[in-house]
């Protein structure tokens, strides 16, 4: 009898428990409430499924208990029975699976009229590109990757001048618009998720991944990333901001474009950023998987090698090129070594964090 309340109470609180979650569905701020819809329809139908066997064990538990003399009947056919089940679990199944490919034709259709956005991932940070004004993108090469041209465009391509760039996470869309993001990795899998658009998908490193929705509420949402990408993996965020078209179209005429990002001198903060170093270096003082920059120039630093260094030019240059050589106490040993900046970048970068300690 114990065993018969205790599952009772378990499977009525299982199922209160959905009525009275705080964990729920952010508020939706996209064109994809179906994908809510279809949700639910799955939640219901197991719902359902549960409560039933559930109900029919503890059926057989009370009416069919253990008696001295008792014997249970051998009946290895009833057709009538398995026709039964099989029609009922069929249509289970159906109804489990039509609304997600419906869901799923929807998502992959892009629209043809949408404004189009390229997301670039890589560990830790996320980059964007906008076609310009010539509305066509540049063409592409991972060859040409370098701090300097951190989208790999080809210098010489004519669509790829006026290609806008977006280097600081934070990328702008206007309300009631379709986006499709082209989406790529520079290094390992990642995936551009934004809660409360539902929408999300995989980047794969070598391919070109789709993702299309309609924002439909202004706002700020972050961007997380959802398929872990390592160490600095939790940090990988982004913002979106949901603009009305007006003040979309100031935000983008003030980003840079691949000619005149490519003519800038070295500027340390840009490179810090586009680089993706602030996923694990703050500029706030705060502890990250690295030792955090400010107010650190100067100081001295501790190292696992048991040697204690001034945190100058040449340490910051030497940590970025060769970060193995002097690995800080209390840090793990997981920075990648940025060889191809070159020395005017280093210095750049060097100057920008002795401006985090005045
Ligand atoms: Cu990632």
């Excluded at 809510?36 to 499924?49: E, K, N, Q």
């Excluded at 997301?119 to 370098?146: A, H, I, K, M």
């Excluded at 500029?283 to 650190?296: A, K, L, N, Y």
Aim: proline letters at 5%; glycine letters at 8%; charged letters at 20%.
């Amino acid at each position: 009898m114990a065993f018969v309340i205790v599952t009772a109470i378990i499977v009525i609180g299982t199922v209160l428990w959905n009525f009275v979650s705080p964990w729920w569905f952010s508020p939706l701020a996209s064109n994809w409430g179906f994908l809510d819809t279809t949700i639910l329809i799955s939640l219901v139908i197991t719902g359902i499924a549960f409560v039933l066997i559930s109900a029919f064990i503890l059926y057989c538990v009370v009416k069919f208990p253990y008696r001295e003399g008792n014997k249970s009947e051998y009946e290895p056919e009833n057709p009538a029975l398995e026709l039964k089940l099989t029609i009922i679990t069929t249509i289970g199944v159906i109804a489990l699976l039509a609304p997600g490919l419906y869901a799923w034709k929807l998502y992959v259709e892009l629209p043809v009229d949408a404004l189009e956005v390229e997301g670039v991932g890589q560990q830790w940070v996320w980059s964007y590109r906008f076609p310009g004004e010539d509305g066509v993108y540049g063409g592409t090469n991972g060859r040409l990757f370098s701090s300097k041209n951190t989208f790999g465009l080809n210098p010489d391509d004519p669509y790829g001048q006026d290609d806008i760039l977006i280097r600081g996470g934070e990328v702008h869309l206007p309300i009631n618009n379709k986006v499709v993001f082209q989406l790529r990795s520079k290094d390992v899998l990642h995936d551009f998720y934004v809660p409360q658009f539902r929408a999300k998908m995989d980047l794969v490193p070598g391919q070109q991944s789709n993702l299309w929705f309609e924002p439909t509420v202004l706002g700020t949402y972050e961007v997380a990333c959802a398929e872990y990408c390592g160490t600095g993996h939790y940090a990988m965020r982004g913002v979106v901001v949901v603009d009305t078209e007006e003040d979309f179209k100031t935000w983008l005429a003030e980003q840079p474009t691949f000619a005149e990002t490519m003519n800038e001198g070295a500027n340390g903060e840009q490179i810090v950023q586009t680089l993706g170093c602030v996923a694990c270096h703050s500029v706030d003082g705060s502890d990250g998987i690295g030792p955090t920059w400010r107010d650190t120039y100067g100081t001295n630093r501790a190292l696992t090698s048991g040697e204690t260094v001034v945190v100058d030019d040449e340490y910051i240059k030497t940590s970025i090129v060769n970060p193995m050589s002097q690995i800080a106490e209390g840090y793990a040993p997981v920075m990648p070594a940025y060889a191809t900046l070159s020395d005017e970048e280093l210095t750049a970068i060097s100057d920008y964090i002795k401006t985090l300690s005045e």
